[in-house]
């Protein structure tokens, strides 16, 4: 099972909602990844987690906050976002942090 | 900077053609990905490389790690509709840093 899933497929709030996206992976992955992707480019990292660990913030502002509640789940929990946040935002997952990575289907969020 | 280039941005070809996706590098790296991705859904993973000189291949697609491990190359031979995606090079620098180094990405359209 390669499989990282991510919930939910499509978000649509406006710019003083709180909302949580989700990451699910069950394949034993020590490593877990936030990216935020824009049409036609590469993914840009946001957050790594190791071990549950916050390992690496790539100057994230704070209205996206990361948590790690076990080792499968990996949340990103969202507030007073911009309409420039607008996005597909991507969960992947890698045996360690310097290993190949599974990518999920990704969320696309849309900000108001 | 950008550590990793690929080349070309934007292919735009007909069905049947064979064609060749570059990412280049100074840098060593210990193992390099290539994804495709389709709009609106996350990269899938086509391979991993990791040996210098080392050739994979997955049906039409051929991939090559170069010899000092600071490229690589994704041949698609008669290329079909079903190709068509942004697809990404991705590489782990030898140096220990711990994250995906992306490429920006190749854009393939081929056209019935």
């Known amino acids: 099972d390669t499989e990282v899933t991510q919930t939910p497929k499509h978000l649509v709030m406006g710019m003083t909602n709180k909302k949580s996206l989700k990451c699910e992976q069950h394949m034993g992955h020590r490593a877990m990844y936030w990216y935020k992707q824009k049409a036609k480019k590469p993914p840009e990292l946001m957050f790594v987690?190791?071990?549950?660990?916050?390992?690496i913030n790539e100057s994230v502002p704070s209205r996206f906050s990361p948590e790690c509640p076990n080792s499968s789940l990996l949340n990103l929990h969202l507030h007073a976002l911009q309409p420039e946040d607008s996005a597909l935002y991507l969960c992947a997952s890698s045996p360690g942090t310097e290993e190949t990575q599974y990518f999920g289907p990704g969320t696309r969020l849309l900000v108001l | 900077t950008q550590l990793l280039e690929q080349s070309p941005q934007f292919l735009s070809i007909q069905e049947g053609e064979n064609l060749t996706v570059y990412c280049n590098s100074s840098s060593v790296f210990s193992s390099l990905q290539w994804y495709r991705q389709e709009p609106g859904e996350g990269p899938v993973l086509l391979v991993t490389?990791?040996?210098?000189?080392e050739v994979k291949k997955l049906k039409r697609l051929t991939f090559q790690f170069g010899d000092a491990r600071k490229d690589s190359s994704l041949h698609i031979t008669a290329a079909q509709p079903g190709d068509t995606g942004l697809y990404l090079c991705a590489g782990a620098l030898d140096s220990g840093y711990s994250t995906l180094t992306f490429g920006k990405g190749t854009m393939l359209l081929v056209s019935p």
């Open positions: 490389v990791v040996t210098g000189g």
């Open positions: 987690y190791s071990y549950e660990k916050l390992s």
